[in-house]
């Protein structure tokens, strides 16, 4: 058994952490202050990282991108995952669900948004479905070739600066021995289609900047060549290629949760109360144990994961295990964190609000906590039940 | 032109560096470590030459433990040709560094050694001052600005009084100082490339170097805490302390 990462893997940690510190970290308080980023700052982040060779890293080399294995691409969000996601959106990673994109739309979808010319976003989430994709109110209709769209979603993280979205919709029912079920359908929405609209979400607490958009279809109509794979099977290719995209949620929250550590730490050994520093109560000491303890805790979990899934190993419970402690860690030790500033801890001059805010919507995006846990759980009943 | 730039390796910049206990050294286990940022800008430097076709080929050379390796390869993840590890696992003074490289740059015909003006853990500054004494070359020292000119170089050096510019004669020793560049982050593709690069291992014995110590280090000890200031009623008690306690007026 080996913990250590081999010298690429090092390489790549060290570049993007150098990246990250230097050209996004002095980025962030105007970021916080306005709640933007002008497209063209954007535009700039995304020439650097295209120009570094590590635009779209998740995608395989032989559509353009970097072509990391689970691991090394999970060491890269884990870096990225220290600065404010406005800015990181534009170190580009193309959801992976393009890789079940045709020959003819491999060219107008995927090697765009590997090339950096287009961006795209995934448009589950409604109002009335979240994590129950299945009872998705969005429909799409057949009219002759043409299919034909209605209905809204919301919650379309980085819809703002997408060129097209990633949408679900029900395409129908079937009957079956449970009761009617809705196929579900996947489809390649351009941003200038008629009846499509994309407009400004929720002002929400956590990352500001990454904005949140609300998505409509108003008799929208798209030629078949838009839809991705087959009619009906949009939870199939939901699940082959997105059920790993939760671990990201977690490398993100584990590489916040180092460097809100490591200020945390700073302050406690510097910030002197009654003739020393205040690290030294065992009140601040001891959280400073139980922060470090449970970041490595969900580092390893993360990358155990992550390996697993490199390994062809069952992952599903692994990652589900990953997502949960890591963001419900990084909840923890933000808390911390505002707790060892004080005062100092909570006003916007410092980032640790920032940090303590950022990490409320981890343990709700990407399947909540209680739907980490359902999996988890109901992974431990099958390996145990008849 | 060959290039060839020595690298070493040195506790991360970033790494607050504690005494041994036992007053032998400085603490190393558990320690992160890097390339000495002089180092690196020098690397910069000839891959620049490179890209600017000034330079033909760039080898990295790094003398020390072989974990060394992994210095060169960061060298080479730069954009560096390939690589020359001088292993050694005794630590080696700066002479013998400045034999081991000599008798590289002979074995390679190297046309000029572009190297950091020091590096950060012992801070020498005598390694490129001793290769060019050895090689009978010119050198450019402390040099924050590099051009190529006739059957030459030209570099400006930052001296106290300011810039000097020196022209140099090829083969020569430059030793670079920290504004001659920005390096640069070393790319996806470099990254897995460096991987696939040649590194040759030789030993001090191979090149015929004796490298071993000619100093002893008695003792390392941490620099002392700087004490507390004192606070003055006036500018009358500044003044007579100044002129009567710390004669400096």
Known sequence: ?386 | MKVLVPVKRVIDANVKVRVKADQTGVELTNVKMAMNPFCEIAVEEAVRMKEAGTATEVIVVSAGAQQAQETIRTGLAMGADRGILILSEASLEPLAVAKLLKAVVEKESADMVLMGKQAIDGDNNQTGQMLAALLGWPQGTFVSKIEKADGGLKVTREVDGGLENVALKLPAVVTVDLRLNQPRYASLPNIMKAKKKQIDTMTPEDLGVDASPRLTVLKVVEPPARKAGVKVADVAELIDKLKNEAKVI
């Open chain 1, 1 to 386: 058994m080996d913990f250590a990462l081999n010298h690429e893997q090092q390489l790549v940690v060290e570049t993007v952490r150098a990246f990250v510190e230097s050209e996004l970290y002095p980025l962030e308080a105007e970021v916080e202050r306005t709640g933007v980023v002008p497209p063209e700052l954007g535009r700039e982040i995304q020439a650097k990282v295209k120009a570094l060779g590590f635009y779209a890293p998740n995608i395989p080399e032989e559509w353009g991108g970097g072509g990391l294995d689970h691991l090394t691409f999970t060491l890269v969000e884990r870096e990225l995952g220290r600065a404010a996601m406005a800015l990181t959106v534009w170190w580009g990673r193309p959801s992976n669900i393009l890789c079940a994109c045709n020959d003819e739309q491999k060219q107008r979808y995927l090697l765009p948004c590997v090339a950096g010319e287009r961006i795209d976003c995934l448009a589950i989430t409604e109002p009335g479905a979240g994590s129950d994709a299945r009872n998705l109110a969005t429909v799409a209709r057949r009219d002759g070739s043409d299919w034909v769209l209605n209905g809204s979603k919301h919650f379309i993280s980085h819809a703002d600066i997408a060129d097209f979205a990633i949408v679900f919709a029900a395409t129908g029912e079937d009957a079956t021995a449970k009761g009617p079920r809705k196929r579900i359908t996947c489809f390649l929405i351009d941003r200038d289609t008629a009846g499509f609209e994309v407009r400004p979400g929720y002002a929400t607490v956590s990352h500001r900047g990454y904005h949140n958009s609300v998505l409509s279809f108003d008799d929208c109509r798209v030629p078949a060549a838009q839809m991705l794979g087959d009619e009906g099977q949009g939870l199939e290719i939901m699940n082959t290629w997105l059920y790993a995209t939760r671990l990201t949620v977690a490398a993100m929250s584990v590489g916040r949760a180092r460097r809100v550590f490591d200020l945390t730490a700073e302050w406690a050994a510097t910030r002197r109360q009654f003739g020393r520093p205040i690290g030294e109560f065992q009140g601040t000491g001891f959280k400073l144990a139980d922060m470090i303890t449970e970041i490595d805790a969900a580092d390893w979990l993360t990358l155990a994961a992550a390996w697993a899934l490199d390994q062809d190993l069952p992952a599903n419970r692994e990652i589900a295990s990953a997502k949960l402690y890591a963001t419900e860690m990084l909840g923890r030790a933000t808390d911390n964190a505002v707790q060892v500033f004080g005062g100092m801890g909570l006003v916007d001059e410092m980032p640790i609000e920032r940090f303590w805010r950022d990490a409320r919507v981890e343990r709700i995006w990407d399947g909540t906590s209680e739907i980490q846990r359902h999996i988890i759980a109901r992974a431990i009943l099958r390996e145990h039940g008849e």
